[in-house]
């Protein structure tokens, strides 16, 4: 099994930065593709960016050029550095990790990120 701890949410005001963290444990030798979805109120958890273990990144249209995500596969850790914080990108931000072998995905607790005008 893996466990995603994330940590990095927050109140932050619009223009602004937060960085975002995931590290995975347990069984992660199998891991892949690690990425960040967000949850809107009212709506389906979307897709925000993806890393593959080989470093390549997809970006939702939405936040390209103002997030960016990176991973440091020796401490099975994902982050996404979020610049230029607008009001829309309110949401709570869930880490998730694919796994090869047991061809499943696993889910962080999820962070809230608030960004106030």
């Known amino acids: 099994q893996v466990q995603l701890v994330e940590s990095g949410g927050g109140l932050v005001q619009a223009g602004g930065s937060l960085r975002l963290s995931c590290a995975a444990s347990?069984?992660?030798?199998?891991?892949?593709?690690m990425g960040w979805y967000r949850h809107f109120p009212g709506r389906q958890r979307e897709l925000v960016a993806t890393?593959?273990?080989?470093?390549?990144?997809y970006y939702a249209d939405s936040v390209k050029g103002r997030f960016a995500i990176s991973r440091d596969n020796a401490r099975n850790t994902v982050y996404l550095q979020m610049n230029s914080l607008k009001p829309e990108d309110t949401a709570d931000y869930y880490c998730?990790?694919?796994?090869?072998?047991?061809?499943?995905?696993?889910w962080g607790q999820g962070t809230q990120v608030t960004v106030s005008s």
């Open positions: 998730n990790a694919e796994d090869r072998v047991s061809n499943r995905g696993y």
């Open positions: 890393i593959t273990r080989g470093g390549t990144t």
């Open positions: 347990g069984s992660i030798f199998s891991i892949y593709t």
